[in-house]
């Protein structure tokens, strides 16, 4: 059967690789994966590369199911009209386009962050910030500014380096967890060594060289600084013209279809259904990238395509080498009282880490075979009060 129809897959991370890997399960479909690197990079271990305990890079032989073409390459430009995308080497049309340009560095524009603190949410970046820390002595003082997961992460796996370690939470740490999940978190970090600063006006406000402000006016010296507060996504979507919302994510409706164009579904960190986007994560990229492969193959055969759903199960975090916690989650991706600690959560951990990887070579070899639970009652609920809030307003 001849490959009548072409899908383009813009962006070749965990959601983009598992939509593209899908869509073959038709064999009258072609797809091409646009990415700018030629190896896929499994973001959940950028805090490791930039420890040096794992290089943080898959070849994309071993993900993406054989017939998907990669194109190593940065789109420029969508032309939602008439069907194209641009690239630095050429353009290429498509029946279909699959958004899933990921996240990058983002959070709070503070005052020398930019010129002075280092990000770590890329393959680039982290890499980077190796480099740096190869070249600053272990006892000089490195600050971490997040409380989140990559913060939290990346804190710990360099003081068990023995580098001198402080993390900036502007908050809680591990705000997503339970309370008493937190309380072990702190020891884990403590333990280790991290100076855990944390609490109200504890945000950072200012990074200057060797040194950084907070909201309750001190100063901290810190000779290498890292940003780890938030995420941002590529200005793609704004640049070509589509609606995207207050972040740059590209707004669709609940299928995941552009509200400009039924020939466009987004997936991943970049995508934002009916304005009320996920929680940017390697596990809901990849239910989001399969359901965006669903969505266009239910348009293909003249289906109405279903609405996204999808439950939370679980986070993670890694203290080092040695202990990690796993902390369980209700459908509507808030804390359980139970988690998993110490080599245990570790080993959850770790397992989490390989199976987001796993999950891809699974349905290279068996397109289709990605399930996910469901969950059909908070989201649907969540949209409804939203709505109402709306009318009423």
Known sequence: MGKSIEVVVVGGGYAGVMAANRLRQRDDVAVTVINPRQVFVPRLRLHQLVGGTHDAVVDYREVLAEGVELVVDTVSHIDAAGRTVTFEGGSIGYDYLIYAVGSLSGGPRVPGAAEFAYPIATWEAAQQLRSVLLDTPVPATVTVVGGGPVGVETAAELAEQGRSVRLVCGGLVGPALHPSARRKARKYLTGLGVEVIEGPDTSVTTVRPGAVELGDGRALGSQVTIWAVGFGVPELADRSGLSVDAAGRLLTDETLTSIDSDRIVA????????????????????????????????????????????AFQAMCFSFGRGAGIFQLLHKDDTAKRLYFTGLMGRKLKEYSCAASVKHLVTEANKPGAHHWPKDGEHRPALLRTRNATATSA
């Open 267 to 310: 997936a991943g960190d970049a995508s934002a259904p009916s304005d009320l986007p996920f929680r940017m994560s390697a596990y809901i990229a990849g239910c989001l990238g399969a359901h965006a492969a669903d969505t266009v193959l239910a348009r293909i055969e003249g289906r109405r395509p279903a609405p996204i759903d999808l």
